[in-house]
């Protein structure tokens, strides 16, 4: 069983940054995508950005971050990271990590870290 660790979120103002940080389990075989998902109060989960584990220069965002947020992989730290800029009120939510096999075998979820974007 693959376990993810959030780490990062907090209370900023508009225009602030935060890093969010996903650590996986160290080791594991085959190919898989970490993505970043959000759930706003009284919203369904939504996509943020993802990467592929095997090639880093293959990422996607949701339209309503690209150019603000940056998803990256540390390999050694099995950690990936979401660099968020230039936030803004609408971008608060609780961040979930999550990891796919791509052969199917798992599909697992962190357990959430809160950003708050107010004034």
């Known amino acids: 069983q693959v376990r993810l660790v959030e780490s990062g979120g907090g209370l900023v103002q508009p225009g602030e940054s935060l890093r969010l940080s996903c650590a996986g389990p160290?080791?594991?075989?085959?190919?898989?995508?970490i993505a970043w998902y959000r759930q706003a109060p009284g919203k369904q989960r939504e996509f943020v950005a993802d990467?592929?584990?095997?090639?880093?220069?293959?990422?996607n965002y949701a339209d309503s971050v690209k150019g603000r947020f940056t998803i990256s992989r540390h390999y050694a730290k099995d950690t990936t990271y979401l660099q968020m800029d230039n936030l803004k009120p609408e971008d608060t939510a609780v961040y979930y990590c999550?990891?796919?096999?791509?052969?199917?075998?798992?599909?697992?979820w962190g357990q959430g870290t809160q950003v708050t974007v107010s004034s």
């Open positions: 999550n990891e796919r096999a791509l052969s199917g075998t798992y599909d697992t």
């Open positions: 160290g080791t594991r075989n085959g190919i898989y995508i």
């Open positions: 990467v592929r584990s095997n090639d880093d220069s293959v990422t």
